[in-house]
């Protein structure tokens, strides 16, 4: 263990609560708390000993130390992390989970961490809503959406998996935490790392919306917006990542990031009452999510917290990226890459590390993976908003847009239980939406103008009423 | 004619750690067969047995993904930039 491990501002924090409530502990210097506090929590590790084990390729199997390294020397596979299933079989129960922090971290024995005190910032034990009016529209009798678009603290579910890496990164020892972003993880990364005293450096592509930037910058990383898509970001960084030993959540500590994306399917299961659904929903960008959901719910089946059962995956792309789909429609087992032109830039990954994983996945499964085109995107986000209330992003509105394409098909049988996962919120890509919805009827501060202009809405076709001065 | 060749971290144990190898080639097959040359044992390893760069990897020329252009037989002039990136999840 190392300096890093400890944020300074921390310290200084736990020195002025001594202060005010005992005297006699007043002198205690710094040194001397960060002295105990190490030994305390070198004791801590040792009670309750890791469960994870180390890193193994997910071609070949060749193993790998608990390092920062996320692809096989041999193949260039990425590299997973591999539990010991026993340990965690003997430390938790659904008792203990439930008696655990309302955050992923109740469910801390399944992630890549060590340390006592994981970095948590509320994230995750999002709501599973029951859907009753979208259910109502599409005809489906249990249908539940998962919505991370009020995940914490940056609102989409990369909180779960920058929550983890950065947990991870300090244990590791790196003080300066990076990314390579299409918006969500950015925003992310730069809130946790800011939370956790981490210097931050974030790299996306210098067309993002607006409120993607405006929702990284707030946190005052380095924001580095690079003259090209995210496939070319990631390049970039990655050449990055081999010079300047920073931890790059998405590159280097991609197999503990990725891992957070599991707490997905773990919520999703106990807030069902410890059971799995029949069928999920999920967007498809590089296939990372899906496959941990999925991976997830295996685990949880392993360790006897819920009963075996099939779930089909099923999963979303936008047609103008839509590298998976293309595959999965001509029975390859590769994904050719293509390049992004889609309103739905969060999944917009031309080159998806884990497409060929997600299409094992959904065909072993007898799932299905579908694309939308941008109009009914942005009719996703509508319809979503207008049945439960919930303001998705472009990603969301992809998974919503696919999940109607789907039942309307026939794939999806109305009476399973269907749960939809809802990745980020709206709020943060308004552009995507703007030009497609009502506008604000302006009156005079007079009852009459108001009764006429309701009068008038209640009457006119919005587009006759939008032309037509009060 | 010279060809500037990025090298990923995992490779670089065949480049006495150099991040970047000038190599010469007129397309991208024979720059893997001359890199080979120079840093031997590199080519199984970025080409697997039927001697096509591994799935895993990704091929850049000028930064334009070579399977958007004609793949290994993707010809080369001098000066062009060549970068070998194993590929990474995103978000």
């Given at each position: 263990?190392?300096?890093?491990?400890?944020?300074?501002?921390?310290?200084?924090?736990?020195?002025?609560?001594?202060?005010?409530?005992?005297?006699?502990?007043?002198?205690?210097?710094?040194?001397?708390?960060?002295?105990?506090?190490?030994?305390?929590?070198?004791?801590?590790?040792?009670?309750?000993?890791?469960?994870?084990?180390?890193?193994v390729s997910k071609e070949g199997s060749t193993e790998?130390?608990?390092?920062?390294?996320?692809?096989c020397?041999?193949?260039?596979a990425?590299?997973e992390?591999a539990?010991?299933?026993?340990?965690?079989?003997?430390?938790?129960?659904?008792?203990?989970?439930?008696?655990?922090?309302?955050?992923?971290?109740?469910?801390?024995?399944?992630?890549?961490?060590?340390?006592?005190?994981?970095?948590?910032?509320?994230?995750?034990?999002?709501?599973?809503?029951?859907?009753?009016?979208?259910?109502?529209?599409?005809?489906?009798?249990?249908?539940?959406?998962?919505?991370?678009?009020?995940?914490?603290?940056?609102?989409?579910?990369?909180?779960?998996?920058?929550?983890?890496?950065?947990?991870?990164?300090?244990?590791?020892?790196?003080?300066?935490?990076?990314?390579?972003?299409?918006?969500?993880?950015?925003?992310?990364?730069?809130?946790?790392?800011?939370?956790?005293?981490?210097?931050?450096?974030?790299?996306?592509?210098?067309?993002?919306?607006?409120?993607?930037?405006?929702?990284?910058?707030?946190?005052?990383?380095?924001?580095?917006?690079?003259?090209?898509?995210?496939?070319?970001?990631?390049?970039?960084?990655?050449?990055?990542?081999?010079?300047?030993?920073?931890?790059?959540?998405?590159?280097?500590?991609?197999?503990?990031?990725?891992?957070?994306?599991?707490?997905?399917?773990?919520?999703?299961?106990?807030?069902?009452?410890?059971?799995?659904?029949?069928?999920?929903?999920?967007?498809?960008?590089?296939?990372?999510?899906?496959?941990?959901?999925?991976?997830?719910?295996?685990?949880?089946?392993?360790?006897?917290?819920?009963?075996?059962?099939?779930?089909?995956?099923?999963?979303?792309?936008?047609?103008?990226?839509?590298?998976?789909?293309?595959?999965?429609?001509?029975?390859?087992?590769?994904?050719?890459?293509?390049?992004?032109?889609?309103?739905?830039?969060?999944?917009?990954?031309?080159?998806?590390?884990?497409?060929?994983?997600?299409?094992?996945?959904?065909?072993?499964?007898?799932?299905?993976?579908?694309?939308?085109?941008?109009?009914?995107?942005?009719?996703?986000?509508?319809?979503?908003?207008?049945?439960?209330?919930?303001?998705?992003?472009?990603?969301?509105?992809?998974?919503?847009?696919?999940?109607?394409?789907?039942?309307?098909?026939?794939?999806?049988?109305?009476?399973?239980?269907?749960?939809?996962?809802?990745?980020?919120?709206?709020?943060?890509?308004?552009?995507?939406?703007?030009?497609?919805?009502?506008?604000?009827?302006?009156?005079?501060?007079?009852?009459?103008?108001?009764?006429?202009?309701?009068?008038?809405?209640?009457?006119?076709?919005?587009?006759?009423?939008?032309?037509?001065?009060? | 004619?010279?060809?500037?060749?990025?090298?990923?971290?995992?490779?670089?144990?065949?480049?006495?750690?150099?991040?970047?190898?000038?190599?010469?080639?007129?397309?991208?097959?024979?720059?893997?067969?001359?890199?080979?040359?120079?840093?031997?044992?590199?080519?199984?390893?970025?080409?697997?047995?039927?001697?096509?760069?591994?799935?895993?990897?990704?091929?850049?020329?000028?930064?334009?993904?070579?399977?958007?252009?004609?793949?290994?037989?993707?010809?080369?002039?001098?000066?062009?930039?060549?970068?070998?990136?194993?590929?990474?999840?995103?978000?």
């Amino acid at each position: 263990m190392n300096l890093h491990l400890f944020p300074i501002p921390d310290y200084f924090s736990r020195v002025c609560l001594t202060g005010i409530f005992g005297c006699a502990t007043i002198n205690i210097t710094v040194a001397e708390l960060y002295k105990r506090e190490k030994q305390a929590m070198t004791q801590a590790t040792k009670t309750k000993a890791p469960t994870f084990t180390k890193l193994v390729s997910k071609e070949g199997s060749t193993e790998y130390p608990l390092k920062a390294i996320h692809i096989c020397e041999e193949t260039f596979a990425p590299l997973e992390v591999a539990y010991d299933y026993d340990a965690i079989r003997a430390q938790v129960s659904r008792e203990s989970i439930q008696a655990g922090p309302n955050s992923i971290w109740r469910y801390k024995a399944f992630l890549p961490v060590e340390s006592e005190n994981p970095i948590d910032v509320g994230t995750g034990m999002t709501p599973l809503v029951k859907s009753h009016r979208l259910a109502r529209r599409l005809g489906l009798k249990n249908l539940y959406i998962k919505n991370d678009a009020v995940n914490m603290p940056t609102l989409s579910f990369k909180d779960r998996v920058v929550s983890v890496a950065l947990t991870r990164a300090r244990e590791l020892g790196f003080s300066t935490v990076s990314c390579a972003s299409t918006g969500n993880l950015a925003n992310s990364t730069a809130a946790i790392a800011a939370h956790a005293g981490l210097d931050c450096c974030v790299f996306i592509p210098a067309d993002l919306e607006a409120g993607k930037v405006l929702g990284t910058l707030i946190y005052n990383p380095t924001v580095m917006a690079v003259k090209g898509n995210y496939d070319q970001v990631n390049r970039l960084c990655c050449e990055v990542g081999n010079s300047y030993g920073w931890g790059f959540v998405n590159i280097n500590l991609r197999p503990y990031y990725s891992e957070g994306s599991k707490t997905l399917g773990f919520e999703v299961a106990e807030q069902l009452g410890w059971k799995l659904p029949d069928r999920i929903v999920a967007p498809l960008a590089s296939g990372s999510l899906y496959t941990k959901i999925y991976k997830g719910f295996q685990e949880f089946i392993k360790v006897g917290l819920v009963e075996d059962k099939q779930v089909r995956f099923n999963g979303a792309q936008a047609e103008g990226c839509s590298p998976i789909v293309q595959a999965f429609q001509e029975g390859r087992d590769f994904v050719s890459p293509v390049k992004p032109n889609t309103i739905a830039k969060s999944i917009a990954i031309g080159n998806p590390a884990d497409g060929i994983y997600a299409l094992d996945i959904a065909r072993k499964t007898g799932g299905h993976i579908e694309s939308v085109n941008d109009a009914e995107i942005v009719e996703g986000i509508k319809l979503l908003a207008e049945t439960e209330g919930i303001f998705t992003e472009t990603a969301g509105g992809t998974t919503i847009a696919v999940l109607k394409k789907q039942v309307e098909a026939g794939i999806i049988d109305p009476e399973e239980t269907t749960v939809v996962y809802i990745t980020g919120n709206g709020l943060k890509t308004q552009e995507a939406v703007q030009g497609y919805i009502g506008e604000p009827l302006t009156i005079e501060p007079k009852l009459d103008s108001f009764e006429h202009a309701l009068e008038r809405s209640r009457t006119l076709e919005r587009l006759e009423w939008q032309q037509t001065l009060v | 004619m010279a060809v500037k060749v990025l090298i990923p971290t995992p490779l670089q144990k065949f480049t006495n750690n150099q991040a970047t190898i000038e190599c010469n080639g007129s397309n991208v097959d024979e720059l893997i067969d001359a890199l080979d040359v120079n840093c031997p044992g590199i080519k199984s390893r970025i080409c697997d047995e039927t001697g096509k760069p591994r799935r895993f990897l990704n091929l850049y020329v000028n930064s334009e993904d070579i399977r958007f252009l004609e793949g290994t037989d993707t010809s080369l002039q001098d000066g062009d930039e060549v970068s070998i990136v194993p590929a990474v999840a995103g978000g």
